[in-house]
């Protein structure tokens, strides 16, 4: 069993992502006021283990760590808890609860297809989900079956949403340095695809995707490579598959229009979804069934949709939506590199796969490079030419967060997971974004708001999970008996303020000249230039006839003796 930070222990793997691995894991000891939930030793949790390429990025650890409030205040009924993050060494993992059901996409494989009024119960409670976190600004853009977990309580079957927040964290510019993306082919939206502005509106798309998977077994486009799959989500409407009832299908449809305009929002996907639950049952009554038909009405489309800024899709103000991205290749691009591209991403292709790794919509003939041997189904494609990002954008030197990590990791901390300062946040400063990154989110609302309290007081109140108020933060807690760690560390001083950024120097030029000048400070200098003026006066002596006039043909050491010892001679007298 392996140690994670001092408070959690690796068990069992339960499963393995293009992002990370996620562990049965044990809680060794309750954890501090920096956790959401403290937990009780001996409690059994799931632990994703970010992946050594994620956790060495520089840009994932900084928004590791400055998305950690967002991450752990995310709590509903239908969302999978955030427990803890954890930051120790070159390890990087996120705590949450364990959801011992399966998920939805090895549930499918398992049973098949759902029946529609199933079909739209799921699809709703994740759609309550989607609602909550697109409130809150936080768009999970890698909804899948895979990501749905279920459980059983009283109630039933209960759809819980989980990597709320990966999507975000492998999205680093680190990464977008190759120029991709990170997403599932057969779950990405058309906009994504193209690189195009991206809001709440794709968590809508993968609903409808979801949806129309959870009635038909199998996602609506799929072939024989990544480009092919994308290629259709641009261009192709989905089939219509047999035995849908209309109002379901109207809702299907609409969630996967091409323009995310036309897509309703989270909200009302979930009411259209019950109403339509409601008119197709057996025991229908004929309100019921006409209110299902007259389902288009109640697809509106929000108003305000979650914004996905540096995908051109959204101010920068908002701490939860910084989901930056590299500029992708036009549609047409992508269509034309379907075909031409398709060999090249062709081998083990999986349309329902883990999350990938892909480019923006790679040129024709794009060729395959190596990919992750940890992650066999995600495809690296290399970029279009000629929509490669400006390369004067990508970050030059060391990141200013890995002088942080590393003096992190020469202590050898352990959980240490502090939250971050918005004016220390380096990478407002950084050349190379084109958007500052906004502030980080508020500590203030830990044990004063529950999110149900700020989102839904009303409307899901019922719903929602009430998280045990927590202390304020900032004070660590005290420090385990160190394992590895070496000098004891000095006792906690008062939080210093906030200091001003030291602006990065320029690295010191030397002089083409090594010999400074006399006269401006340098000893060497003023050594070199009396060698020099010896040298000139012995060659004045011996070449010029300055001896005959001066010391009676005298030579140049004689006479200059003589000069000295009358130098010696005159200060004698004059003491
Ligand atoms: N909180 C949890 N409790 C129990 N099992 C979980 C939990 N989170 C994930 N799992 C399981 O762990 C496995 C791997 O999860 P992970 O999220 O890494 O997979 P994935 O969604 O395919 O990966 P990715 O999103 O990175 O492509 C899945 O089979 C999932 O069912």
Redesign the pocket.
């Known amino acids: 069993m392996r140690p994670v930070g001092s408070k959690y222990l690796l068990e069992e793997?339960?499963?393995?992502?293009?992002?990370?691995?996620?562990w049965?894991a044990r809680q060794r000891e309750t954890a501090g006021s920096e956790a959401a939930v403290a937990g009780q030793p001996g409690e059994t949790?799931?632990i994703?283990v970010l992946k050594e390429e994620l956790a060495n990025d520089p840009d994932v650890v900084m928004r590791f760590l400055r998305e950690r409030s967002v991450l752990l205040r995310l709590t509903h009924h239908n969302i999978?808890r955030t427990r803890d993050l954890v930051v120790e060494g070159d390890l990087l993992a996120l705590v949450?609860?364990?959801?011992?059901?399966?998920?939805l996409?090895?549930y499918l494989r398992e049973n098949g297809p759902f029946s529609s009024v199933a079909a739209c119960l799921v699809t709703a409670q994740v759609a309550d989900a989607l609602a909550a976190s697109h409130a809150d600004g936080v768009v999970h853009r890698?909804l899948?079956p895979?990501?749905v977990?279920l459980t059983e309580d009283e109630n039933g079957m209960r759809p819980?949403l989980?990597?709320f927040g990966?999507?975000r964290l492998?999205d680093s510019p680190g990464l977008t340095r190759t120029q991709e993306f990170v997403g599932?082919p057969a779950y990405v939206a058309p906009e994504s695809a193209e690189g195009r502005p991206q809001t709440s509106a794709v968590d809508i798309y993968g609903a409808g995707i979801l949806l129309y998977e959870l009635v038909s077994g199998r996602p609506p486009f799929s072939g024989d490579s990544a480009l092919a799959v994308l290629h259709q989500h641009l261009a192709q409407e989905p089939e219509r598959p047999a035995g849908i009832p209309d109002p379901l299908w109207t809702v299907i449809e609409r969630c996967l229009s091409k323009n995310p305009d036309q897509r309703p929002s989270a909200d009302n996907l979930a009411r259209a979804l019950r109403t339509v639950a409601g008119g197709i049952s057996g025991s229908a009554t004929p309100q019921a069934a006409a209110a299902a038909m007259g389902v288009g009405g109640l697809l509106a489309p929000d108003p305000t949709p979650a914004q996905v800024p540096d995908t051109g899709g959204g101010s920068n103000a908002e701490p939860t939506q910084v989901l930056p991205h590299s500029s992708g290749a036009a549609g047409a691009a992508a269509a034309g590199a379907a075909g031409a591209a398709a060999g090249a991403a062709a081998a083990g292709y999986d349309p329902a796969?883990?999350?990938?790794v892909m480019p923006h919509t790679g040129g024709p003939g794009g060729q395959g490079v190596p990919g992750d041997p940890d992650?066999a189904p995600t495809q690296h494609m290399p970029p279009v030419p000629g929509n490669a990002p400006d390369q004067s954008q990508q970050p030059e030197g060391p990141h200013p967060w890995e002088n942080q990590m590393r003096a992190a990791r020469d202590r050898n901390e352990q959980t240490q997971v502090q939250p971050v300062d918005p004016s220390l946040d380096p990478l407002r400063r950084r050349p190379h974004r084109r958007a500052a990154p906004p502030p980080p989110p508020q500590q203030a609302p830990y044990g004063q708001q529950s999110y149900g309290q700020q989102q839904y007081g009303q409307g899901y109140g019922q719903q929602q999970q009430q998280r045990p108020p927590m202390q304020p933060p900032p004070q660590p807690p005290p420090q385990p008996p160190p394992q590895r760690r070496e000098p004891q560390r000095p006792p906690q001083r008062e939080p210093r303020p906030p200091r001003e950024p030291r602006q990065r120097r320029e690295p010191r030029q030397r002089s083409a000249n090594p010999v400074k000048i006399p006269g401006l400070g340098c000893l060497k200098g003023c050594l070199v230039m009396i060698l020099i003026i010896a040298v000139i006066c012995v060659l004045a002596w011996n070449l010029t006839p300055l001896p005959e006039w001066w010391a009676d043909g005298k030579n140049f050491w004689e006479s200059s003796k003589e000069v000295v010892s009358n130098i010696v001679d005159s200060v004698q007298n004059l003491g």
Do not use: C, F
């Open positions: 793997p339960l499963g393995r992502g293009a992002t990370g691995t996620v049965r949790v799931a994703k999978v949450m609860d364990l959801i011992e059901g399966p998920d996409h090895r890698d899948k895979a990501n977990l819980m989980t990597d990966i999507a492998a599932t796969a883990e999350t990938n992650a």
